[in-house]
């Protein structure tokens, strides 16, 4: 369901699934049919209070009515550059006549392009300049390299490409290729595999769960728990290090969320309590890209309240957190999103409005195709033109770029 409907679509789609009226549900909320039917057409915003009482009711987390899905991130629209998609699907590469490129030389790009995923704010439009010339000189590399005789330069290779398609499976899964992300994360298996690399396998494995994560069919999170599950049981059989430590750690926040996005709040909480056993062995890292440490065990801890509804716990345990200590602006945007939802679902517009402006100054492009943080803008435009649209909600409002603002405009009903 498109995030831009609004609240009121929502309650509506659940209450018609449900096969309730709107008479029996506003009884039951104390709240006139009437008043039930102005929510659910967009012309009133329901309290914290009665969307509370609404999704109690329908059998809902709050989060579900706020958001497409308690958990998944809605798939965002095909924003792929051609460039990376014609490279990644095997187009342009150097032919076999021409040398390859040295280890020493990809290991340095990959890290540097790793880097700026991570760090900066233009990440997307820096990785569309150079992913498409990096994609064919490591599969380049790795066609030389399965030809000729040195084992230990071939390995290294294959450890480079590991962490290429790691890479690429994070960048096509943000700009909505779900297909060519799953391509990616395969791509990690089976050249880990090749490399044996024990700790570049479980973090291929951890991609892999991140992407049936984003998938939106029945099942998919289950078999995300699946794959990850397996790794750990895989990481046993191995001699332990700190580096497996860390992936094993970041695979059992994967089968959390998995937990969650089956609204299995319980079992989600349960096990991570092993994530935190791990992250303070572990301690603050980025082992395979993971960002796995007490911190983002403690960012799971917040989402998974929030998910549930738990709005006011999720708040009172962001406080506590320190997202500067991160080596990712992902996670950071992640986790500044999950504190405007959380004051979503307490219908604090004023602190989403100012959350919204923080996460345009951390990660613009994040921002920009982020379908959650568009219903956010989208929800708090619809809100300012039904409750307040003669005081300072709506010019405020436009204090939000013009990009991020028209988005929500554009897909406003009254706009």
């Not at 009665?50 to 809902?60: D, H, N, Y």
Request: proline share 4%; hydrophobic share 40%.
């Amino acid at each position: 369901m498109d995030a831009s409907l609004g609240i009121g679509k929502r309650v509506k789609r659940y209450r018609e699934t449900a096969g309730r009226s709107q008479a029996v549900v506003a009884g039951l909320c104390g709240i006139t049919e009437r008043y039930l039917s102005m929510i659910e057409s967009g012309q009133k915003t329901p309290s914290s209070k009665i969307l509370s009482l609404l999704a109690t009711e329908l059998g809902v987390p709050i989060a579900s009515l706020l958001s497409d899905s308690p958990g998944a991130e809605p798939q965002a629209a095909d924003r792929a550059a051609p460039d990376v998609v014609r490279t990644l699907m095997g187009y342009g590469r150097p032919s076999l006549k021409e040398p390859a490129a040295s280890p020493t030389d990809l290991r340095e790009r990959v890290e540097q392009s790793w880097s700026c995923w991570q760090t900066s704010k233009d990440r997307f439009s820096r990785a569309e300049e150079t992913l498409p010339a990096l994609i064919g000189d490591v599969e380049h590399a790795l066609a030389a390299r399965r030809r000729g005789s040195d084992a230990a330069e071939r390995r290294d290779v294959l450890r480079i490409a590991a962490d290429l398609y790691g890479l690429l499976r994070s960048y096509c899964r943000r700009v909505g290729r779900l297909d060519l992300s799953l391509m990616a994360a395969d791509r990690a298996i089976r050249v880990a595999e090749e490399a044996d690399d024990p700790v570049r396998l479980a973090g291929a494995q951890w991609n892999l769960g991140h992407v049936l994560l984003s998938d939106t069919r029945d099942g998919a999170a289950e078999e995300a728990k699946d794959v990850v599950l397996g790794a750990v049981d895989r990481i046993r059989g191995e001699t332990n290090t700190s580096g497996l430590t860390a992936v094993r750690g970041a695979l059992e926040l994967v089968a959390v969320v998995a937990d969650a996005r089956q609204r299995d709040w319980w079992k989600a909480r349960e096990r991570l309590k092993t994530a935190a056993s791990l992250g303070q062995e572990a301690g603050e890292g980025n082992v395979q890209r993971t960002v796995f440490g007490p911190t983002n065990v403690n960012l799971h801890a917040m989402s998974i309240e929030m998910l549930a509804g738990e709005a006011a716990e999720a708040l009172r345990m962001a406080d506590q957190l320190d997202t500067r200590v991160l080596p990712s602006r992902e996670r950071q945007f992640t986790f500044g999103l999950e504190v405007a939802r959380c004051h979503a679902l307490r219908r604090e517009d004023a602190a989403v409005y100012v959350h919204s402006l923080g996460l345009e100054e951390l990660a613009p492009e994040d921002l920009a195709r982020s379908s959650q943080g568009l219903a956010l803008v989208t929800d708090l435009v619809l809100y300012a033109r039904v409750s307040s649209p003669d005081q300072e909600t709506g010019p405020r409002i436009r204090m939000l770029s013009p990009a991020a603002r028209s988005r929500g405009l554009r897909t406003c009903p009254s706009a």
